[in-house]
Structures are given as structure tokens and as C-alpha cells.
């Protein structure tokens, strides 16, 4: 009998090597710069209740009305796997007492999310973010902190063609005030049914509706921008001071629409035009109703999510990925049983500098070895017989213009170490 094979689910990106040596090295620069500010890991589970992202997100949002992929579980009870991080990370806070200790809590993710989106180029129905959230701090000081961390994490890719938006949703004041001629203007609209229900959850969602007869139709509505309380304004106004202060451009886009619901004052999206109709390459923002409406207290909290998949396309758009830094530095090709042993423990050695080393296991005959050297990419081989091992040195060949250097063994990492510059 004879089986079928089996595919990965519709809409899923996976990583394998080669490829997956670029997407660990992009993840990595993305949220270094978290932990350099201090931030530190945070890991949760990839499933919640339900009512976490509805309540959380928001109803009115895609993300929970049409994306979410929900199940039953044994115990009967509503499961989600998790759209985002924030909800998530809130919960816990809220669960563990974060917020009782030491304020703000300042905390990284990374992992996979998961969204029953259309799959299209740089839209996954599971995908990789990193990702941070500093909670329990109003302070526009923070707000430019986040914003220049994630900048820090795409310049850390190379790129240099994305762009910055920043805008504000305001403190609640300004929304309300927003709210009630925003409504007035959506009423003098000829709304659809669906379109109409959404707008009467969260009528800002029409700016983000992609249909020409919509945009054009909220081309004249209110701005939220033009409603921002003074306090909103000044706050909004600091925070653009700090970014010109760190040298972070960015532009005002007053028009921003986040797929999330719970944002509140300051909003920030990554746009990479590289990427076509997935531009998005990160975003985020303040949200400070959120943890009193997942029943915690009332504290702000900033946070953003990066999209690490996106991410690789931009950088691979801007060919700003160090390809040389993927591949192995050094290559032994051992011939018979003797050298075998002695490869292990020179590799062993070589290893214990950070230098990458890879062994030509199995018995091959040497063609075949440094066919398998050539194909590894590695940067230097040595080939390892017996009278190597009698005089203890051997050829050490550059790959690039393979210039060979006569090394003696017990000084390879020494050697290796100065052919890197480590
Ligand atoms: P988001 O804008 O929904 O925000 O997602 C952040 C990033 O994840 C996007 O900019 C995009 O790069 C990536 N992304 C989203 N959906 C997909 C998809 N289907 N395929 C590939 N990439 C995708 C959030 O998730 C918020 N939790 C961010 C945040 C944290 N706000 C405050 N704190």
C-alpha cells in the first residue's frame, strides 16, 4: 500500500535551511535592541481563552471577527490560538502581579501568531513577530523609547528604504469629542449594513476600509488630530521632539487606522514600500484602557510587534542580509580512523572561540569531501591524513582564492581566530 504524503496547512510560512539561518539572524537584530534597554523575556502560551482577544482586541476589529482561529477543547471550553501578543502579556502581568512589583514592566516575546487571513506574499496564516510592551508608565519619554527600539531593530537589518508614521488617537477627551462629529458624518453616509454595525463599535475603523468609494467618501471626515485635548497635544508634541532629538525621522500620517482596538495616544507603523500590499513591517502603540478592561487596574502600558517574516523580505528586497555570516568558518576533512579523533578534538578547540567548524563525517574519499566543503560555503578548509597528523600542521585553504597557509595544529584557533579578526 502506498500512502500520500502529507503538505503543511494553506498559508503557513516555514523556515528550512539555508533560508532559516537569515531568518534566525533577522529575529535575533530585531529585538536586540529590547534587551539592550533593559527589557526581558516573557513566554507565554501560543493559546488563551477566547475572551481574552475578544474583549481585548476588540469585536469589531478582523483580527476577532473573521481571523481568529477558535476551538472547543476537551474541557469545553472557548480556545484561541493567539492572534497577538499584547492581550497575552497583559493577562499574565495582571494573573502574576506584575504590576504590583516595580513599574513600568518592561517585557520582550517572540514567537509565532496566527491570523486566518488570505494568504498572499508577506500575509501568512501563521507568522513570527517580536515583540515588547512596557506597562504602568504615562510618559511621552517611554513612547520615543519604544519607537526608537524598533527603529533600531530595522536599521540593525541594513534597511533603509522603510518609513516611519506616527500619529495620535488621543486621551479620551479628544476621542469622545472626535466620536460625536466623526458619527455625524458617518450618518450623512450611505452605509451598508455590515459597514454601519462596524462603524457603530468603532466608527475610526472606516478609515481603514480599502474600497475607493469608502476612502473617498472619508477623504472628508474629521480628523482625530484636530480634536486632541491640550494634554493629548502636548504629549504627542513631546514625543516628536524626543524622536528629532534621537534623529528618527518619521511622517504624521493622521489617517493611521491600527487593526487593533484597544490603542489610545500615541500610534506607530513601519512601512516598507519594497513589499507591495503587506507593507506593514511593524507596528504599535499606547493602549491604556486595556488592562482594566482584562480586569486588571487602570495603568498605561506602550508596546510594539514586529513582523519578523516581512522583516526578511524587506531586508532580502534590500539585499542588506550578511550572507558570508551564515555559513560555516571552518571545514575539517578528516581521512581515516586517526585523524577522525583527532578532528573531533580540534574542532572541539576551534569551537570553544565562537568559530563555526563542521566535520566531513562518514567515509568519504576526498573528492567527495571537498565537494561537500565547497557546497557547505565554508571559508576555510583543512584537510586532516596521516602525515598531518605525523607532522602536526596542516594546509589551512582560504576558499575565496584559495591561498593555502601552513598552520601548525595546536596553533588552528589562534590562526582561525586572526583569519576572523575575532
Ligand atoms: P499588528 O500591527 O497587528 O500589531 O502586527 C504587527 C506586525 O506583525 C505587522 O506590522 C506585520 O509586520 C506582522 N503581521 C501581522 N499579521 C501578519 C500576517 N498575517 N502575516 C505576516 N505578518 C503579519 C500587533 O500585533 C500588536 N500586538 C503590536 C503591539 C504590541 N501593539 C502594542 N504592543
Do not use: C
Not at 41 to 63: A, C, K, Q
Not at 215 to 244: G, I, T
Amino acid at each position: 500500500m502506498k500512502f500520500e504524503k502529507i503538505n503543511a496547512p494553506k498559508g503557513v510560512r516555514e523556515y528550512l535551511p539555508p533560508e532559516s539561518s537569515a531568518f534566525e539572524w533577522v529575529r535575533s537584530q530585531l529585538i536586540a535592541p529590547a534587551k539592550l534597554a533593559g527589557y526581558k523575556l516573557m513566554e507565554l502560551p501560543v493559546f488563551e481563552d477566547t475572551n481574552l482577544f475578544s474583549r481585548g482586541v476588540g469585536e469589531s476589529t478582523d483580527v476577532v471577527s473573521k481571523e481568529m482561529y477558535t476551538f472547543e477543547d476537551r474541557g469545553g471550553r472557548s480556545i484561541t490560538l493567539r492572534p497577538e501578543g499584547t492581550a497575552g502579556v497583559m493577562r499574565a502581568v495582571i494573573e502574576q502581579s506584575l504590576d504590583r512589583a516595580q513599574l513600568p514592566v518592561k517585557v520582550w516575546y517572540s514567537g509565532q501568531f496566527f491570523r486566518a487571513e488570505r494568504p498572499q506574499a508577506g500575509r501568512f496564516r501563521q507568522f513570527y513577530q517580536v515583540g515588547i510592551e512596557a506597562i504602568g508608565l504615562d510618559d511621552p519619554a517611554i513612547d520615543a523609547e519604544v519607537i526608537a527600539i524598533a527603529d533600531r531593530g530595522f536599521k540593525n537589518l541594513g534597511l533603509k528604504n522603510y518609513r516611519l508614521e506616527i500619529t495620535s488617537l488621543g486621551d479620551a477627551e479628544s476621542r469622545a469629542a472626535h466620536r460625536v462629529d466623526l458619527l455625524a458624518f458617518i450618518k450623512t453616509l450611505n452605509l451598508d449594513e455590515a459597514t454601519s454595525q462596524r462603524a457603530g463599535i468603532n466608527p475610526l475603523r472606516l478609515f481603514d476600509d480599502k474600497r475607493p468609494e469608502m476612502q473617498s467618501a472619508m477623504s472628508k471626515a474629521p480628523l482625530l488630530l484636530d480634536y486632541l485635548s491640550d494634554s493629548a497635544r502636548n504629549n504627542f508634541e513631546k514625543v516628536q521632539s524626543y524622536l528629532r532629538g534621537m534623529r528618527i525621522d518619521f511622517v504624521i500620517n493622521p489617517r493611521m487606522v491600527r487593526g487593533l482596538d484597544y490603542y489610545t495616544g500615541t500610534t506607530f507603523e513601519f512601512i516598507h514600500p519594497d513589499l507591495g500590499a503587506q507593507s506593514g513591517i511593524g507596528g504599535g502603540g499606547r493602549y491604556d484602557g486595556l488592562m482594566e478592561i482584562l480586569g486588571g487596574q487602570s495603568l498605561s502600558g506602550i508596546g510594539f510587534g514586529l513582523g519578523v517574516d516581512r522583516a526578511l523580505l524587506a531586508a532580502i528586497a534590500e539585499d542588506s542580509l550578511p550572507t558570508e555570516e551564515f555559513t560555516s568558518d571552518l571545514f575539517i576533512i578528516p581521512l581515516g580512523e586517526n585523524a577522525m579523533d583527532s578532528a573531533l578534538t580540534i574542532a572541539q578547540d576551534v569551537r570553544s572561540a565562537g568559530i563555526t567548524v563542521e566535520i566531513a563525517f562518514g567515509d568519504r574519499a576526498l573528492k567527495g569531501a571537498m565537494k561537500a566543503a565547497d557546497k557547505s560555503g565554508a571559508r576555510f578548509v583543512v584537510v586532516l591524513g596521516d602525515s598531518e597528523l605525523l607532522n602536526g600542521s596542516v594546509d589551512l585553504k582560504r576558499m575565496s582564492d584559495g591561498v593555502v597557509t601552513s598552520v601548525k595544529i595546536a596553533q588552528l584557533q589562534d590562526q582561525m581566530r586572526q583569519a576572523l579578526s575575532l
